[in-house]
């Protein structure tokens, strides 16, 4: 498969458990954050968003939590499945003209059955 | 069903070869993007199209061109110049408010 994760950080929960992936972002003036979830060969795929005017938004399962005061943003995934398992990326954007998504690293999320 | 197309999926490339990635959208999104993905990075911005016939630079643009001549369509041409092109390349679209990106299922390349 695509070795998207190599190298990258990993996580490594055991199935059924909480995960919580962090990610701190560059631009204070960003104000609008995007989670990708990408399995091994595909394209990421859109998660969950939040605007800077929130500091928590809940999907199903998923909970994105935004502390702009140190410029960090983490998802939280209930009861963790091995279906879970892929690379997360968290994004930013200014918005407007200078809007283009500026994208993190990633992290590598294992689920242990 | 709406979504972004790329092919193929799979491309190999000689030494001092051009090849052109492909990239389809039907969302009627009128933002186009190309990003490339190297293992244990994120992904890097080559080019972007706000609009048919406007393209800008990303960061990484030296040795790829693209073309936006319709909505739908913005292939990627990796030219002789790009000298380290084996990487998964990504395809993306958006509305003009860029309220979360659409991405194609990725052409890895491979020079051989």
């Known amino acids: 498969g695509e070795s998207v994760g190599l190298h990258l950080p990993t996580l490594s929960v055991q199935e059924g458990d909480n995960s919580i992936i962090n990610c701190a972002y560059s631009n204070s003036a960003s104000d609008y954050f995007i989670w990708y979830k990408q399995e091994s060969g595909k394209g990421p795929q859109f998660i969950i968003d939040?605007?800077?005017?929130?500091d928590k938004r809940q999907g199903q399962r998923v909970t994105v939590l935004l502390n702009k005061t140190v410029k960090h943003l983490s998802l939280q995934i209930a009861a963790t499945q091995p279906g879970d398992s892929a690379v997360y990326f968290c994004?930013?954007?200014?918005?407007?003209?200078?809007?283009?998504?500026?994208f993190g690293k990633g992290t590598k999320l294992s689920v242990k059955p | 069903d709406g979504g972004i197309t790329q092919s193929p999926k799979y491309l190999f490339r000689k030494e001092g070869q051009n090849v052109t990635l492909s990239c389809e959208q039907n969302?009627?999104?009128?933002?186009m993007y190309w990003y490339r993905q190297d293992p244990g990075q994120g992904l890097r911005l080559i080019y972007y199209s706000q609009i048919v016939n406007d393209f800008q630079k990303g960061d990484i643009a030296e040795g790829y061109s693209v073309s936006r001549e319709k909505k739908e369509s913005f292939p990627l041409t990796v030219t002789s110049a790009q000298k380290n092109p084996t990487a998964f390349y990504l395809c993306?679209?958006?509305?003009?408010?860029?309220?979360?990106?659409?991405f194609g299922s990725g052409t890895r390349l491979t020079v051989v």
């Open positions: 969302l009627n999104h009128d933002a």
């Open positions: 939040i605007r800077s005017n929130m």
């Open positions: 993306a679209s958006s509305t003009v408010n860029r309220a979360g990106y659409t």
């Open positions: 994004a930013e954007s200014l918005g407007g003209s200078q809007g283009n998504l500026i």
